[in-house]
């Protein structure tokens, strides 16, 4: 008795005033707020993930933290959205005549991770070109490697995976141990507004200073000018993604389903697309009568066996300008007779001939006035001129070319220079658009609502995201036959895997087979790569002047029942390890896939010399102490594992595609 009455004393001596640390939890993460600093620790059980986290945001040329405010209130109340049931709880701060910060953090019983975001008000218009919801500090003596994700595809940019220390990823990243696979992952579920990347600083006693945020500008986002000003009387950070999980890979996958939660992306309900596009061989060459060839190619070879009752694509990409209207539709008809769709191609967002006097089609307009100009200049990037996706004329141009594409009867659709409608401009036509993102948005809105729900949209340079446009996307762009392409093709996959789960599939680009004179181990390596990543399009000349050689293969490589039977099932592979990349590509050698009875393991050997490869059956998630059944499905050969272990012997320049029997 004598020790409460002691502690009510002191509690009336200091104004009986609130405890400063609130404490939170929800399913397996708690928080601890410090209301006197407005410093955050994360947990998840007993074990500190982030300290010292806070945010802050630039305004009127200064940056304003959250322990700039002079007053902070907590407030909490129930969700129900599309992450689930959970709770927000946020925090006001105010004071010291700065704009009021709300910070909000959203737990979730079911989720395996928080978000985070942060909004400012204003009785009067504000504006900031950055916002960062988490600033904080991890320990990094575990999780020695960070994964880098590039802004887009372009210029064949790589995934990679570095060490700790200063480094930029783009829109997500995840620190983790490829001893444990123990890894955190970190990344914005918003693409509306803001370019965000995620920094990392020096290691200190606190552990790596971590810095997630909206408004990156940088060669990597292809931008000359800094990231656009967000302005209004309210202004939103994204929201950012925190979590911890015990294999890194399922946390990239997790993020990925958390976008796809925050933003739906488009559902298709059929089979996987097959097919061939004209870019991988016969290029600027096509015209009506080499296009039907390979049309009729692929009825009589292809889909009489392994693409047996699916719909098949073939798909004219750049220079489909060759052929009048009238050609355009008699090449759809032939396809169809032939039992496929037709595919199409478009840049919505340049201008190649770089022409500003030149009028915009379906309009009066000059070119001159749509351009998206960077200190008053126009923007050149990949040899085009970026336009303005808000610009009214370019609107109607689109309007011109998907009329076009529809009355012709076309299906599908390859889309490609998206980045340029997402550089940072002077300015746009909607003068409510003021971010590079914001006019891809609404560039992307307008295009997508014209083509409709018939269409099988595919992106080839663009970026990561938004994802919610597209049916597919290019994990990499421009690769053709060689063990080198392949090799390329899969740094994509090796990093990049988890984009499956935003996008229906992923896009390993077009299959081409015969080049510059590749060997049949190189065709094993292409088609794979392809078999892993998703949808499957042959890029190879069958029409009558393709050679023997090259339509042999592609009957061979194609009509393969084993291998396509397993392509058409949507397998989705991910990389066995992720942190042994090769030295030239930075790509993994070894993918793995599950279904209810079997598992999937292809092996890549990118080498000039024969190899052999060894895998623990631990590492391929099997159990140890237990006899397994194999079949590669390229040679049909049968055999077992024993002793906990999968050997595998591969000639050089080549891959082995194996089905294990649980």
């Not at 909004?119 to 919801?133: H, W």
Request: overall charge negative; aromatic content about 12%.
């Amino acid at each position: 008795m004598f020790v409460r009455i002691l502690f009510l004393l002191a509690l009336f001596i200091t104004g009986c005033s609130k405890p400063s640390i609130t404490t939170v939890s929800q399913g397996e993460y708690k928080i601890t707020y410090n209301l006197n600093n407005g410093l955050a620790s994360i947990y998840r059980g007993d074990s500190l993930l982030f300290e010292h986290l806070h945010a802050e945001y630039e305004w009127n040329g200064t940056i304003v933290t959250g322990n700039s405010y002079a007053k902070r209130e907590w407030h909490e109340q129930p969700v129900n959205n599309t992450h689930g049931n959970g709770t927000m709880y946020e925090i006001k701060h105010s004071g010291k005549g700065l704009p009021d910060m709300w910070q909000r953090f959203y737990l979730y019983p079911s989720r395996s991770y928080l978000l985070t975001e942060i909004e400012i008000y204003s009785d009067t218009a504000i504006a900031s070109n950055y916002m960062a919801p988490a600033i904080t500090y991890t320990d990094c003596k575990k999780s020695d490697k960070m994964l880098f994700i590039p802004f887009d595809n372009d210029k064949w940019v790589q995934f990679d995976v570095l060490p700790i220390g200063k480094n930029t990823s783009y829109e997500v990243t995840s620190l983790f141990s490829p001893d444990s696979r123990e890894g955190k992952v970190i990344g914005s579920v918003e693409h509306d507004c803001w370019k965000s990347a995620i920094q990392t600083g020096e290691i200190t006693d606190k552990g790596i200073r971590l810095e997630c945020f909206g408004g990156i500008s940088s060669s990597f986002t292809r931008d000359t000018l800094p990231h656009g000003k967000v302005s209004g009387k309210r202004i939103k950070s994204p929201k950012i993604l925190l979590g911890i999980f015990p294999d890194w890979r399922k946390g990239m996958e997790e993020f990925a389903e958390a976008n796809n939660r925050e933003t739906p992306g488009r559902t298709w309900q059929t089979a996987i697309p097959f097919g061939w596009n004209s870019w991988g061989s016969i290029q600027q060459n096509i015209h009506l009568k080499n296009t039907t060839e390979v049309s009729d190619f692929f009825r009589d070879n292809i889909q009489t066996s392994a693409l047996k009752d699916i719909p098949v694509y073939i798909g004219l990409d750049s220079y489909w300008d060759n052929f009048s209207d009238a050609e355009l539709a008699q090449f759809v008809s032939h396809c169809k007779k032939n039992g496929q769709e037709a595919g199409i191609y478009w840049a919505p967002f340049v201008d190649w001939a770089r022409n500003p006097e030149r009028t915009v089609e379906g309009s009066d307009t000059p070119y001159s006035e749509t351009y998206l100009y960077a200190n008053g200049k126009p923007q050149d990037l990949d040899g085009a001129w970026a336009v303005d996706p808000t610009h009214p004329a370019i609107k109607k141009r689109m309007e011109v070319y998907i009329n076009r594409f529809k009355k012709a009867g076309f299906k599908y659709i390859k889309i490609d220079f998206l980045t340029h409608g997402a550089l940072e401009a002077d300015k746009h036509a909607d003068s409510s658009v003021t971010t590079g993102i914001q006019a891809y948005n609404a560039g992307m809105k307008y295009l997508t609502e014209l083509l409709g729900e018939d269409f099988y949209i595919t992106m080839a340079i663009s970026p990561l995201f938004p994802s919610n446009y597209a049916h597919s996307r290019r994990i990499a762009c421009d690769a053709f036959a060689s063990i080198a392409d392949t090799e390329y093709t899969l740094n994509g996959m090796s990093y990049g895997w988890w984009l499956g789960n935003c996008y229906a599939f992923n896009d390993p680009d077009h299959l081409v087979l015969q080049k510059d004179n590749e060997t049949e181990g190189e065709n094993r390596a292409r088609i794979t790569s392809g078999v892993i990543t998703g949808i499957m399009m042959s890029g190879d000349d069958v029409s009558q002047t393709g050679t023997v050689q090259t339509k042999n293969r592609v009957k061979q490589f194609f009509a393969n029942k084993a291998i396509i039977s397993l392509a058409r099932s949507k397998q989705s592979f991910y990389p066995v390890y992720g942190y042994l990349p090769s030295d030239k590509r930075r790509s993994e050698r070894f993918f793995i896939s599950t279904d209810k009875d079997s598992t999937y393991v292809a092996v890549f050997n990118f080498e000039e010399n024969r190899q052999t490869f060894r895998f623990p059956v631990s590492d391929l998630d099997l159990p140890t102490g237990k006899i397994f059944s194999t079949q590669e499905l390229w040679s049909g050969k049968n055999g077992y594992i024993k002793n906990d272990t999968l050997s595998v012997t591969l000639p050089d320049k080549d891959a082995a595609l194996f089905k294990i029997t649980r």
